[in-house]
């Protein structure tokens, strides 16, 4: 009884995890609000929306746009700015409704934007990982000490010692 409720409680934890990115933590995106409240540079051309991102175009380069997410993100104390080679990654650490930002490198005078909002599938993920990673250890752990008594109870038997006079 017991291993098929542990089953079930994986099963579902499992399927919470991989379910579509669509099961999200917070409301989508309206008009022309800011995406999930994230800082948006005026000027720029709605590309396209989706159910958890939004993109904008740009006809400035990337210093430019980046000088602006930069200069935004002193609001924000919990943000990992990422320079990598394709582009610069912005990722909110805290509690904002966004979870990251990207502004794309290499397009000349033309910047794209990628705007991503925080979602319960890659929260759930992240806590499945951790979890999976902590039971392994304990299972490391338990057969390592389960070797360890075994050889005590093989090289150190128990017996009875005479008592000395």
């Not at 709605?46 to 935004?72: C, G, M, N, R, W």
């Not at 990422?82 to 990251?100: K, L, M, N, V």
Request: hydrophobic share 45%; with cysteine; aromatic share 14%.
């Amino acid at each position: 009884m017991k291993t098929i409720l542990y089953a079930i409680c994986f099963t579902v934890m499992l399927g919470v995890a991989l379910s579509p990115a669509s099961v999200s933590a917070f409301g989508g995106f309206g008009g022309g609000q800011p995406p999930w409240n994230a800082p948006v540079m005026e000027g720029g051309k709605l590309i396209k929306t989706e159910s958890t991102a939004v993109f904008y175009e740009y006809d400035l380069p990337h210093a430019q746009v980046f000088a602006f997410y930069k200069a935004a993100m002193e609001k924000y104390p919990d943000e990992k700015i990422r320079d990598w080679e394709d582009q610069t990654y912005i990722e909110d650490q805290g509690g904002a409704q966004w979870h990251s930002i990207g502004i794309s490198k290499g397009g000349g005078n033309k910047t794209t934007v990628k705007i991503v909002r925080d979602n319960m599938t890659w929260v759930m993920s992240t806590l499945l990982i951790r979890f999976a990673g902590v039971f392994f250890v304990l299972c490391v752990l338990w057969l390592l000490l389960n070797i360890n008594s075994f050889a005590m109870k093989k090289f150190f038997p128990e017996g009875k010692e005479k008592a000395k006079a």
